[in-house]
T-cell receptor, first 114, second 113 residues
Framework: DSGVTQTPKHLITATGQRVTLRCSPR?????VYWYQQSLDQGLQFLIQ???????AKGNILERFSAQQFPDLHSELNLSSLELGDSALYFC?????????????FGEGSWLTVV | AQTVTQSQPEMSVQEAETVTLSCTYD???????LFWYKQPPSRQMILVIR??????QNATENRFSVNFQKAAKSFSLKISDSQLGDAAMYFC??????????FGTGTSLTVIP
C-alpha cells in the first residue's frame, strides 16, 4: 500500500459525459501528479500540483482540468468524454516537487467510456 | 523535453536466472534522476530502484541493480535470481528538475518456471 488513495476504482460512463476522479496523497506529501495510461501504452504525464498551485502541465487535453485543494487532495475532471479517453488514470504524490523526489502511485482509476 | 526509450517490448527469463532490461533516455538537463517501476497484473505502479545521475556508482536494491552509462544515456535494469513474482511490466523513467516523470513504453517480463 503506497498510501495514495484514489476513488473511484472503476467507472463506466457514456460519451459526452463528465466525471471527476479523486486523489488523496500520502500523509505529508505536498505534490500531486496525474498520469494517463491507455491500453498497452506507457504513462503520459498530465499535470502536477504543489501545495495547491499548478506546477507543470504535460499532455493534458483542454477538456480535462484538475485542482489541488487546501487539504492537499486533488481532483481530475474529465469532460465531453470520448471513447479514446478510456484509460487507467493514476495519481501519484511526492513529499515536495523537488528534483529526485520519488513519486508514489495510487492504484489508479479505471475509466471506461462507452 | 525528455524521452525515454525501451526497445524490448517483451522479455522472458528462466526462474533463478538473470535478465537485463534495456533503457535509453534523452534529456537536455544536467540534473536528472532515473527510476525503474514495476507494474504487475494488479496494475499498481511499484518503485523498484532509483539512480541519481550525478552519482557514478550504480544503484543496487537486493536482487535488482542498474548499469548506468551516463555518456551513452543508458540505464539498464538487471534482475538476478529471477522469481515468479518478478513477472510484470517494467517501466523506465527519467525525472527532470521540476520532478515531472517521463516514462518509456515498458517491457513485459515473463518468468518461466
Amino acid at each position: 500500500d503506497s498510501g495514495v488513495t484514489q476513488t473511484p476504482k472503476h467507472l463506466i460512463t457514456a460519451t459526452g459525459q463528465r466525471v471527476t476522479l479523486r486523489c488523496s496523497p500520502r500523509s505529508g506529501d505536498l505534490s500531486v501528479y496525474w498520469y494517463q495510461q491507455s491500453l498497452d501504452q506507457g504513462l503520459q504525464f498530465l499535470i502536477q500540483y504543489y501545495n495547491g498551485e499548478e506546477r507543470a502541465k504535460g499532455n493534458i487535453l483542454e477538456r480535462f482540468s484538475a485542482q489541488q485543494f487546501p487539504d492537499l487532495h486533488s481532483e481530475l475532471n474529465l469532460s465531453s468524454l470520448e471513447l479514446g479517453d478510456s484509460a487507467l488514470y493514476f495519481c501519484a504524490s511526492s513529499v515536495t516537487g523537488s528534483p529526485g523526489n520519488t513519486i508514489y502511485f495510487g492504484e489508479g482509476s479505471w475509466l471506461t467510456v462507452v | 523535453a525528455q524521452t525515454v526509450t525501451q526497445s524490448q517490448p517483451e522479455m522472458s527469463v528462466q526462474e533463478a536466472e538473470t535478465v537485463t532490461l534495456s533503457c535509453t533516455y534523452d534529456t537536455s538537463e544536467s540534473d536528472y534522476y532515473l527510476f525503474w517501476y514495476k507494474q504487475p497484473p494488479s496494475r499498481q505502479m511499484i518503485l523498484v530502484i532509483r539512480q541519481e545521475a550525478y552519482k557514478q556508482q550504480n544503484a543496487t536494491e537486493n536482487r535488482f541493480s542498474v548499469n548506468f552509462q551516463k555518456a551513452a544515456k543508458s540505464f539498464s535494469l538487471k534482475i538476478s535470481d529471477s522469481q515468479l513474482g518478478d513477472a510484470a511490466m517494467y517501466f523506465c523513467a527519467c525525472s527532470n528538475t521540476g520532478n515531472q516523470f517521463y516514462f518509456g513504453t515498458g517491457t513485459s517480463l515473463t518468468v518461466i518456471p
